[in-house]
């Protein structure tokens, strides 16, 4: 029960879900602002200077308090077996790598299990959809495209390819040495020589994360570079590697995302139809929930049930993926699942994996909406439902899900109160998307994107992504940081939660150009009929703002490597591990990269110092941290400014 009431403007901006905010504190209902007033943080574990590794600590060592004119500095303290607070923090820190970087690898080994099952013909209900970017993929992994020689030559089918890619794809999780396939073929060349000569190249997914594991077990590697080190490899790993391979094999399964128009916030939910909420991250199940629910047989039975039909929405990167292949509307992002079940219009919510909260489970109980949990990986105890997805059975388990749905519109007890507020968006830019508008044929890839930026149009490209985080004002700081810079005429990428907030507020429509974006940037977007925030997807889909930078490079004109280009990259509202290993992954890539919310390595000074500058020489790229998303939108112009003046094309 909220105890007290609490302004609901100063929990989110978002006026519908401020609404649903409002009836939850009239009847008594908790949400995660409420748990959130009532844990304070820990200040020691924030700053990472919290050892519990080995059953003699926990050890803290925050820094101590600045001597006062005439007293000792006293010396910060160290952990029982001596570990300094640069080991303690390093170690912290790593292993929110690992974790981030073992979630999207695990996902992506999912999408390649399934992969497999649809080249041999085991799972109904999918398709290897696009056969251009399978051959792709394969010539990367040196798959054959064709057999014979000269007269003889033939062709082989995608069902043939996939079935040899799949092979080798699967193996590069347990490999034990040598390079992972994209990290050495689609990094710019510069990069992966840097790479090679820091020794930083991933050998397997698997093995990055584990040594993590080991590495900071108790009494390994104590020295806070070496660790930093592995993290690098760590993270080369993912976004070279896992969250690249996931995205790539979603886009064979279920086709490379081109524009398509959608529908955000809680005002798509509707009244009179069976409304679903898919809230998670991996596609797999939601692609066969999407098609059931065009069934004519599952629209008659929701009418049947007194339903018009059936409404699916989404909720965080389950969402994204579902809104860039089929325009689905989304919902909310991470800090609005309880509100939209608040709506009491949710017929079912149906998760999978990361981001869900285990309040749903008893959130549920206060309305009618079946709580259904779909992968073995991801059960809340107390969950309504459990419905296990299995790549060969998905129809007949997306129908299931869909008929729990159904079955529920009849059981609605709480009045539905649907706020009204839904706003179009522009979604669906891959990196093939990207290059097409701005490329054009003729001149090749991405040639107008550098001329414009060349030219001082497009100021420099910013990457904004990443979570929502209930210690922030919900959704302030990425509209903020987003807003400054298309003021300021840089062109934004974004994705995953960042990407929902700016669809709420009519940043991924072409319009926005004229109200938001500076002379030049406007102009661009007007031109080509885009938005100044171009959506590329969920969070694995920050693969494909990694392929737009090497592709970028590669065009010509700014520069030979990553760490050239006029580019910054932020998450100003972070709270996932996840959003580490992302950050570390851009860093290693030689992106700038601030972080707003909160930073968890202030617990070393010496350690945050190299992150956010020794990295600098090594790498090219280096973390940043700033509270106020403004002041930290300007920081990246003025990185960009500088990689401009490097390149000669300074205004
Ligand atoms: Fe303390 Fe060292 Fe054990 Fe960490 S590893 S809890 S610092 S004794
Ligand atoms: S869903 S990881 S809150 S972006 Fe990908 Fe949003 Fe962050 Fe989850």
Known sequence: MAEEVVKVESRTVDPAEQQMLKRAQAEGIETIWDRADKMKPCPIGSEGACCRICSQGPCRVPPPKKAKPGEEQKKQAVGVCGATAETIVARNFARMVAAGSAAHTDHARGVAHLFKEVAHGRAPGYELKDAGKLRAI???????????????????????????LAEKVLAEFGQQSGELVFSSKRAPKKRVELWRGLDVMPRGFDREVVEIMHRTHMGVDQDYKNIIHQCTRCAISDGWGGSMLATELQDVLFGTPVPVLGDSNLGVLKEDHVNVIIHGHEPLLPELINAA????????????????????????????????????????????????????????MVVDVQCQFQALASLVKCFHTKLITTDERGRIEGETMYIPFDDHHGPEIARKVLKEAIDNFPNRRAPVIIPEQKYPCVVGFSMETIRYLLGGSIRGSYYTLNDNIIGGRVRGIGGVVGCNNVRTLHDNAHLSMVKELIKNDVVVLTTGCNAIACAKEGLLTPEAAIKYCGAGLAEVCETVGIPPVLHMGSCVDNARILL????????????????????????????????ISIGHYFVSSGVYTIFSAAWPTTGSEILTDYLFHGLESELGGMWDFELDPVVAAQKMIAHIDKKRAALGIDK
């Open 138 to 164: 394969a010539r990367d992994y040196d798959v054959p495209l064709s057999v014979g020689e000269g007269d003889d030559k033939k062709s082989r089918s995608k069902e043939e390819i996939a079935q040899d």
């Open 293 to 348: 629910s065009q069934d004519p047989e599952m629209l008659e039975y929701a009418k049947s049930k007194g339903a018009k039909g059936i409404q699916l929405a989404g909720i965080c990167c389950s969402a994204n993926e579902i809104l860039m292949r089929h325009g689905i509307p989304v919902a909310a992002n991470f800090l609005g699942q309880e509100l939209a079940i608040i709506t009491g219009a949710v017929d079912a």
């Open 548 to 579: 737009a930078a090497a592709a970028c490079v590669r065009a010509g004109g700014l520069g030979n490597d990553i760490s050239d280009l006029p580019a910054a990259g932020a998450a100003p509202e972070w709270m996932s591990e996840k959003a």
